[in-house]
């Protein structure tokens, strides 16, 4: 059974920065695409960040230059370094991980519990 532990949310204010862990149990032999999402209430859940098995990363329009997405498959982690944190990047953000082509539109089929982030 795969699992998609976050930890690292919390609380901070305009400009400041936080660092999201994900603890994964999937088989990392097969390295698959993982990812962070995000969700705010009444809006769709939306992908920020991606990166495959070999380290190629994608990010929304919206992070780019601002977050960090890396992995480490040695220690099934999935880490996403934010900064310069705005209001706006308020929401409660999920590991994710899939199949496939990695990219910000993968099926991705595997979800965490979320770990809220909110920004003052």
């Known amino acids: 059974d795969v699992q998609l532990v976050e930890s690292g949310g919390g609380s901070v204010q305009a400009g400041g920065s936080l660092r999201l862990s994900c603890a994964a149990s999937?088989?990392?032999?097969?390295?698959?695409?993982m990812a962070w999402a995000r969700q705010t209430p009444g809006q769709e859940r939306e992908v920020v960040a991606s990166?495959?098995?070999?380290?190629?990363?994608t990010y929304a329009d919206a992070v780019k230059g601002l977050f960090t997405i890396s992995r480490d498959n040695a220690k099934n982690t999935l880490v996403l370094e934010m900064h310069s944190l705005k209001p706006e990047d308020t929401a409660m953000y999920y590991c994710?991980?899939?199949?496939?082509?990695?990219?910000?539109?993968?099926?991705?089929?595997?979800w965490g519990q979320g770990t809220q982030v909110t920004v003052s």
């Open positions: 994710t991980a899939g199949w496939g082509y990695c990219d910000l539109q993968t099926d991705f089929i595997y």
């Open positions: 999937i088989d990392t032999i097969r390295r698959p695409c």
């Open positions: 990166i495959d098995g070999d380290g190629r990363t």
